[in-house]
């Protein structure tokens, strides 16, 4: 039974021991980075390009609020929903009923100025003779009282006689004031009646008006695309004219007003091309240009965006008015040029992070790679596996990015090498599988 025992004592000591040894080889293979697998990419030539995203909404280039600019009930409609109109069609009209009364009391009122001023010119004409008729009594009773002066001093006539002879003057010369006065008065109407005449004539006129935007014309060749009223509805334009149509000038040119943000509208210019999809076609792209980077500023909830309008064709009408656009503004394109995986910038293996911990120099911000990086020139570091296996930095130039891939400008990295993207180490809850399928392969 001892012997037994002891015998088994010594085989729990060397399973032990074994056991032991295995764990120690482990660890020791681990600081090596035996058991280190990465992914890796290849750096190929190709395109980069460099753009703005936003979304946007699409509209007609010119769009016109046909209004109304009286009041009334709609009688007719002659336009509806996508109807071609051409400039000065009829679509619509107000009941002219109203207006056409006032337009006749505007000419009887016109008629009634005209026949006051010329009884006013009547009255001016015997105005006139009355005057003259006074200036001929004046000089014949002044005749008379120089007649009948010198006989009066020969005594030939009595005092009363050339008293009378000298109150039919003065009379006479009292009349002739009168007539004066009588014919400053008829001028004076005529003046008054001339301005009736002019003040009915404009009445007239702006009843006339009234009359002709009773019919509403459309003012442009174009499609209706919006109707906002129906026969029988009341439209008051007191306050502000009614919108009765919204007409779209062409629709085979449209523009997408996009909302682009601060920090990135500084990029655009005009003239830059665009590219946009909307989810009616989700497989198709549409192209257009930056036609103008309006100056007015958008602000909702404190974030400010400005209005950034990209002009496109639209022959075969499939865009809409209203639809919402996924808009990306090219600001750099690249051709042929070395390119990497963003990936492999934000890689650092397990030692560097170490170091890094152990205060070590921290991951440069440049090296945090942003999809709308634009700044060229700027340093950056990625990792490949020397021959014994281990991860070796390399330090590069970096050109644009287009949020997936950058552009390598300078560096000792040539195409067809291979870099680092993604480490996984054999710990516990992580994979010890080979390579993934559709994915970089693994290396040791």
């Known amino acids: 039974m001892a012997n037994k025992r002891k015998k088994y004592l010594i085989g729990m000591v060397i399973i032990i021991l074994i056991l032991a040894g295995g764990i120690l080889l482990r660890q020791l293979s681990g600081q090596n980075g035996s058991n280190q697998k990465f992914r890796l990419a290849k750096v190929e030539r190709g395109e980069v390009s460099l753009a703005v995203t936003a979304t946007g909404t699409i509209n007609p280039v010119i769009n016109v609020l046909v209004g109304s600019q009286v009041s009334g009930t709609i009688k007719a409609l002659y336009a509806d929903f996508n109807s071609q109109v051409k400039e000065g069609q009829v679509i619509a009209q107000i009941d002219p009923a109203i207006f056409e009364a006032q337009v006749e009391q505007g000419r009887a009122s016109v008629l009634n100025a005209r026949a006051n001023l010329l009884n006013a010119q009547a009255n001016l004409e015997n105005a006139k003779a009355n005057l003259t008729k006074a200036d001929v009594a004046v000089l014949d009773a002044k005749r008379t009282l120089d007649r009948n002066q ?8 009595a005092q009363a006689t050339l008293d009378t002879a000298q109150t039919n003057y003065d009379t006479a010369v009292a009349q002739t004031d009168v ?10 109407q005529i003046e008054s009646f001339k301005a009736q005449v002019e003040q009915t004539k404009a009445a007239l006129r702006v009843a006339e008006t009234n009359l002709r935007y009773a019919t509403i014309r459309s003012p442009v060749n174009g499609t209706v695309i919006s ?5 029988g509805q009341t439209v008051a334009a007191s306050l502000q004219a009614p919108t009765l149509f919204t007409i779209a000038k062409n629709l085979a040119e449209m523009q997408v007003d996009s909302n682009v943000s601060e920090a990135d509208v500084g990029r655009i210019a005009a003239g830059q091309d665009a590219t946009f ?4 076609y989700p497989e198709r792209i549409f192209h257009g240009k930056v036609s103008e980077i309006r100056n007015a500023p958008i ?3 404190n974030v400010v965006t400005y209005d950034v309008v990209i ?3 639209n022959k075969d009408l499939k865009l809409k008015p209203g ?10 394109h690249r051709e042929g040029v070395l390119k990497i995986p963003n990936a492999a910038l934000r890689f650092r293996p397990e030692s560097a992070k170490k170091e890094s911990g152990k205060g070590g120099p921290p991951q440069k911000p440049s090296e945090r790679v942003k999809p709308a990086e634009g700044d060229q020139g700027r340093p950056g570091k990625v990792w490949v596996l020397s021959p014994e296996g281990k991860p070796t930095p390399v330090s590069i130039t970096l050109g644009i990015t287009d ?9 000792n990295l040539q195409e067809g090498a291979e870099v680092i993207i993604e480490g996984n180490s054999n710990k516990k809850g992580q994979s010890q599988s080979g390579s993934v399928p559709f994915m970089p392969r693994m290396r040791k």
């Open 403 to 411: 949020g997936t891939s950058s552009e390598v400008m300078g560096g």
């Open 323 to 332: 639809m919402t656009a996924n808009v990306s503004v090219m600001i750099a």
């Open 299 to 301: 602000i909702v909830q």
């Open 277 to 280: 999809t909307v989810d009616a």
């Open 227 to 231: 109707r906002n009223v129906d026969v």
């Open 311 to 313: 002009l496109v064709g």
């Open 179 to 188: 007539a004066k006065a009588q014919v400053e008065s008829a001028k004076s």
């Open 150 to 157: 010198p006989l009066l001093e020969k005594k030939i006539i």
